[in-house]
Each structure stands twice: as structure tokens, then as C-alpha cells.
């Protein structure tokens, strides 16, 4: 029998930071205590958002629960994102509070972002006191009236429109019940790793609740998958070990839902255990230990390097485990070209696939770990080893430039500069559609929105896993890869990085404007250019560090300047780091091609 990990949530001794009553003493407090003390009993030790006269009675709460930090942000929308990244980076829920109405909907798109990307969020919304709600025509700062002025204004208006984007939502209306509904809230969105919404009027955070539940209810209870079918799961692993057995050339890919569900570590132990070679896939890359020997490379179909694509389809079975089959993830739809329906195995938390037969309700979460408890490694076949190296397989395809730095140079940088257990977050943008190219080394994890695409979203995400990673004691660097143009959308958080003493090192690259849509339409359409002429080496003083001393930065526009601040950089990790990269405003990685066409294919389809 193979060896089996400790379970995701080994961690959870360290989590439940106790809440105990003095001998005699009462077991209520206050509702907004409570639910801060059940957000810190999950590991969460920062919360995201703005103040709001709806929320201030809920947030006086946090200062009751001694190591739980308040991390302000510019707006709304910013402090979702931020809530995203410290969610992806620590493994356990993010957190947001804003006020009713103006706040909650300027956070919406970053919740969207979330549930399309499975990122558990808790999402507070401090609302009008229910004294408000109930009375008739009571027209409030912050709601929108109904279209006639004969029809009351509807003080659930918002709590209606966040359904399709959250995976359960609460609306507390008393305290009785309040225990409950928060704790039955936060189980479904660590279930389902999207988010939630909890409703709180202004007028109950200061209301006593009983507090039983914060002792009863452990951290294991929230985060622990139960196996409520345990002999279909058997069932189901016996047969995917038997489909293993008996195939000649075995492969895995490693897909994003594996990090979501917290099985990153069983999947790496079954292909370490298993000896077989491993794929990922262009949303989950850094899922897998892409140092070990077995590991090829990224696989997005067409949009892969044709190396990669000639071992992938060379396989006879692929087990893709964590798959999360979209536009994006999928090579616009060429996954899966060249291979059976035979030879592929789906591994999902809703469902499994075996060839063509379909397994509703069993989770791969309770799959895998059965089948690393039962496989008989000597019956798993080694397969074909690659004969190239993994810099040969991977090789970064020249483009050409106008500018003496290309993203062809920056990424062959990159390669080399990233280092054990550095946290890299990529923005929407053309350089992430050529960081599959990479082989990261142990450790080191890719953060990005590679499938909702909002721009902006780095930045802020940045300042989020900056959170965890201190909050988390996290010994590896901090790297941001941002754009000039969107940087200028959510800039307000550099202002938290100094504040924060967050201290990534950031690559702003210049290319002028929205290179990604140059490329689809309108390469010289105003449309595409942004705010010119920034002085983006001076922002820092406007943000905060008024005498740099908390930061340092540097516009870089030549080969032998990038390489000189990155060998500075690597020995130099104790300030903040801006280094601004001149790049051609056309200059893409070569995947553009294929991805451009498949778009303007789609569109014709869909006209």
C-alpha cells in the first residue's frame, strides 16, 4: 500500500484558537464578536473592506478578538480582490466586509471573479437595521427606490441579485438563530470553495448570541469533506486503479481544482508513488512539483509546445484530476484532441468519468485518497520517459521586438529568477499566456485569474497573498508581474503595500496601453491606449514612502539592465521593488496565434 499524506486539513490543531468562559460566567457575546471569533477559529487572521455607517457597530467587534488584523483598502472592488489573493494563498476562506448597497456592489465583480475560479470568500455585508426594513416607505441613503414613488423602497433589493454568484447566502434577523446561520454559511462555502454571503443589519452586531458553538463546532468540522457514499467511492477507485493497471503509458494532469479542494498534496504523492509522468494545465500550474523528474510540462491543447503536446497525446490513459474544463483551460476547446474518450479518466468534485461511464455525486477529493490507500505500485505501468530535457521540451519561442527587452528575453529571466517557494501573482495580461512555458522550481506557486480575466485584479490580489504570506510565515519571496495599464485601474493598494509593509518585487511592464486587445482589434485605435506618461519609478512617494525608505525603483529598457536588478534583487529581498520594463507595444508570447484565432472563429460562429 502506498503511502498516504496527511489529509488537507492536517493543520487544524493550529487553527481552533480557543474561546473559553471564566467559571460561572455567562456564555453569550456579542454577534459581531462572534463571528469574528469563528472567522479566526478557521486560521483567518486578516479580514479585507472599507467602513460604511451600515458595518462600524459590526467592525467595532474585531478589536475583542486579540490577533485578528483589519487590512483597509482603497475600495470595494480592491478589497475582493485582496480577499481572492490571501483566500489562494493561504488555503482557508477569505474575508470582505462592506456596507449596504454602494459598497457591496462595487465588490461584486471580485466576488464573480471568485465563484468563477472556485475561491472561498465570506463576503459581510453590514445592511440597514431591521427597524428600517420593516417600515413602510422608508426611502434610505444607499437604496435605490422603485421605479414609482407609490411602491415602497425594497430593502432586500441587493440581498436578491447575489444568488447567481455565491454559493448560499444569510440574512440575519435574529439572535437566536444568528449562530447557526453564520456557521451553516461559512460550511457551504468551504463545501462548495466559493463564496457567501452573510446579510447583517447595522442594529444586531451588538446583540448577545449564544456562544456554545465556537466550543462545540471545531475547525475540523468546517473544513472536513465527508464521505457520505463510502462504497461507491470504493467502487469508483477500484475501477480507476483497474483502468491504470491495464493501460501501457500512463499520464496525469494536474488541473486547479486539486488546489482549490486541498488535495495538492495526494495528487503529488500519487505520482510520486505511482512513477508516472505528470502534466499541467494552464489554470493549474504549480499544482504539481514541477521539479520532480516525471514532471513534462504545461498541456492547454493546441496552444501548448508541440513537444508537450507529443508526449501528452502519446499516452494511452490520462488521468485528469481536478479538471476544470472551460474556454480558457481547455486550449479554446482542443483538450482533448487526439485521445479516446476511452483513455480519459475525469476527476471532479461533482462527478467521476471512466471512459464514458459517469459517477454523480462522488467527490475525486474521497476517490483519490481511497485509491492511494489500495494501489499496488507494482502493477502501475512507468510508461515512455521523455527523451529530451525539460528546457528542450519547454523551450520559450523567440519573438521579436522593437524594443531591446522582448517578453521572449523577460520570460527566459523569469526561468532563472524565480526561486524555491516564491509566490508569483501574474495580472491579465500578455505575459501570463507565456509563463506556461516555465518550469518552476519546488515550492514555488502561480497565483492569477486565468479564466474570468479582469484586469486590475493583480495588484490588489498581490497585497492579499502578501497578507497570508505573513500571516502564514511564509519564507519564499513575493513576485508581481503587472501591467502599465492594469496597474492604473486599482493603483490604491501600493499605498497599502508600504503601509502594510508588504514587499513584493514588482515588474510593471510598459507596453503603453492594452497590448492584449491591440492584438485582437484596433492596434491603433485610441480606445487601446491608456493615460500616458506616468512616472511610475516616483508612485511610491505618492503612496506613502515619501523619502524612499521603504522602497526602491528603476526603469528598466535593456537587456543588460534587467539582468543586473535581478542579480541585485536576488541578494537584496528587505524593500519594497518596482522595476518598470519597457516593452514593444505589439510584443505577445506565441501562443496569440492560436488563442486570437480561436476567438475571432467563435465570434464569427456565434454572428
Known sequence: MAPVPDIAYHTLNDLDHSWSMAPGASNTLPMGEYIFRRIQSLGVSSVFGVPGDFNLNLLEHL??????SWVGCANELNSAYAADGYSRASNKMGCVITTFGVGELSAINGISGAFSEYVPILHIVGTTPLSAKIAENNHTHHLVPKLSVFEPSDHFTYEKMVAPVSCHQETVVNASDAPGQIDTLIKQILKYKRPGYLFL?????????????????????????????????????????????????PAVLGDILCDRFQVTEHVRAFVKNACIKSFSTFMGKSVLDESDSKYIGTYNGVESNNEVIGYFQASDLILHIGNYYNEINSGHDTLYNNIDEEQLILMHPEYIKIGTELFRNVNFVHVLDVMLQMMDV??????????????????????????PISQTHLLHKLQDFIKEDDFVVVETGSIMFGL?????????RLFGQHFYLSIGYALPAALGVGVAMKDGSSKGRLILLEGDGSAQMTIQEFGNYVYQQITPIIFLLNNSGYTVERIIKGPQREYNDILPNWNWT??????????????????????????QVM?????????LKLFEVIL??????????????????????VG
Open 63 to 68: 478589536y475583542s478578538v486579540e490577533g485578528m
Open 201 to 249: 443589519p447595522s442594529d444586531l452586531a451588538d446583540i448577545n448570541v449564544d456562544g456554545d458553538f465556537l466550543i462545540q463546532r471545531t475547525a475540523q468540522q468546517f473544513y472536513q469533506s465527508v464521505d457520505t457514499n463510502q462504497s461507491l467511492t470504493r467502487e469508483v477507485a477500484t475501477k480507476v486503479l483497474d483502468k491504470i493497471y491495464n493501460c501501457s503509458n
Open 378 to 403: 507494482s502493477q502501475i505501468p512507468r510508461g515512455i520517459s521523455p527523451t529530451l530535457s525539460k528546457k528542450e521540451i519547454n523551450h520559450i519561442e523567440h519573438i521579436s521586438a522593437s524594443t
Open 436 to 444: 506556461p512555458d516555465l518550469v518552476l522550481p519546488k515550492g514555488a
Open 538 to 563: 516616483e508612485v511610491f512617494k505618492t503612496f506613502g514612502d515619501r523619502y524612499e525608505s521603504k522602497s526602491e525603483t528603476k526603469k528598466i529598457q535593456t537587456v543588460e539592465e534587467l539582468d
Open 567 to 575: 542579480l541585485y534583487t536576488n541578494n537584496n529581498n528587505f524593500k
Open 584 to 605: 514593444d507595444q505589439m510584443d505577445v508570447p506565441w501562443r496569440f496565434s492560436y488563442m486570437t484565432a480561436a476567438s475571432k472563429n467563435k465570434a464569427k460562429i
